[in-house]
């Protein structure tokens, strides 16, 4: 059994980030896992304290400890601050996203057999931010595709592909329209997929991947797209398993990683006590394979999944009418029988 202490950055978020992130710190300190939380700022929650959404002192404490918890934090939609999501994931580039979809024992969806994992791009597309006023009816917004990010994020999807068993990368662009920007994030898969002769390749249009996923999910494995269509499609197929609530998500640098849930600051639920933490909770668990804590990981999971699979006190997303502290204590109850 592992003794090792691990000093983590949290950013407990707003929203419903501060009430989920108590649940999921309460069952990975039954597991008995120890872990140094240094809790920092960001968002709009810093910017009231220290008048920075993005204080120093955070992004030196993940310098130093170069493995984050992440709860949702809130972007002003339309106006105000850049989203300091996007900030953090290009401070660190945090170049790849990686957002698995499967199916869980206990929660009905319309298919069964749900096994896909997204790959996005974290780093560029129309969230580099470049926007421009050309005058009062007319912006230019810029979608920056690069061929050195391009052809990082395809070579991670192969390799995340064979690491895991997987048989086929697919590539999701709108080419045929977009084709210098999504024609060279083509291109680049085709080349990286040259170096990977035992997966199997596959092009498909964005449009037609999301009439494919909402018929037919179970004919994809992994796929690789640009940003803004990963974080599009990664919602639908959080849909396809569950919903927002359950969906994990982990983003992944040469020399740092931000564990998050695929959800955000969830504002219409805030303070109702109902918040699922399974979304949080399944992202620490790919925080704690990341660390190579596979037992207590399995363990966390196994535990989680009961409580699923019994379905006796689940959050009201999931159909039942337990809070969200009451199911974190069934979680907690279960760790000793799993
Ligand atoms: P949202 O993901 O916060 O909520 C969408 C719907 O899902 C809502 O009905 C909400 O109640 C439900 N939901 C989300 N998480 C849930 C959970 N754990 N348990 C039960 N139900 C849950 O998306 P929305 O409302 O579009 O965005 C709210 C804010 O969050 C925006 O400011 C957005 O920019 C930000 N956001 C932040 C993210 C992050 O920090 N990584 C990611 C996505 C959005």
């Known amino acids: 059994m592992s003794s090792a202490v691990y000093n983590i950055t949290l950013l407990e978020g707003d929203g419903i980030g501060p009430e989920i992130v108590k649940n999921v710190l309460a069952i990975l300190s039954a597991s008995g896992l120890k872990i140094n939380w240094d809790r920092c700022l960001a968002g709009a929650v810093a910017y009231e304290k220290i008048g920075n959404v993005l204080p120093k002192e955070t992004i030196k404490s993940i310098e130093k400890n170069k493995i984050v ?4 934090i809130t972007t002003p939609v339309g106006y105000g601050f850049s989203s300091v999501n996007v900030q953090l994931r290009r401070h660190f580039n945090l170049f ?5 979809s499967k199916n869980i024992e206990g929660i009905k969806t319309p298919f069964n057999n749900v096994d896909l994992v997204i790959i996005r791009e974290n780093t560029e597309d129309v969230y580099a931010g470049l926007e421009e ?7 230019h917004g810029i979608k920056l595709i690069t061929r050195s ?3 990082r994020i395809c070579d991670f999807a192969f390799k995340y592909a064979l690491n895991n068993n997987r048989r086929e990368v697919c590539v999701a662009t709108k080419a045929n329209i977009s084709k210098l920007a999504d024609g060279m994030f083509l291109n ?4 990286v997929a040259k170096n990977y002769p035992q997966i199997k390749k596959r092009e498909i249009l964005i449009d037609n991947l999301c009439m494919q996923l909402v018929q037919n999910p179970s004919q994809f494995d992994v796929l690789v797209m640009p940003n803004l269509y990963g974080d599009i499609v990664s919602d639908l197929c959080a849909g396809l398993i569950g919903g927002l609530g359950v969906a994990q998500s982990a983003n992944i640098g040469e020399n740092c990683a931000i564990f998050e849930a695929v959800h955000g600051s969830a504002p219409d639920i805030k303070g109702l006590g109902i918040a699922n933490p399974t979304g949080l909770l399944r992202s620490a668990i790919l925080m704690l394979e990341y660390i190579s804590e596979n037992e207590k990981a399995k363990k966390i999971e196994n535990a989680l999944y009961l409580v699923l699979k019994e379905g006796k006190t689940l959050t009201k997303d999931l159909g039942g009418n337990s809070s969200a502290d009451e199911f974190t204590k069934e979680i907690i109850n279960k760790l000793s029988i799993v």
């Open 69 to 72: 918890l992440k709860a949702p």
């Open 133 to 139: 006023k050309i005058d009062e009816n007319t912006i």
């Open 149 to 151: 990010a391009s052809e």
């Open 188 to 191: 680049c898969f085709r080349e």
């Open 96 to 100: 790849s996203n990686i957002r698995p």
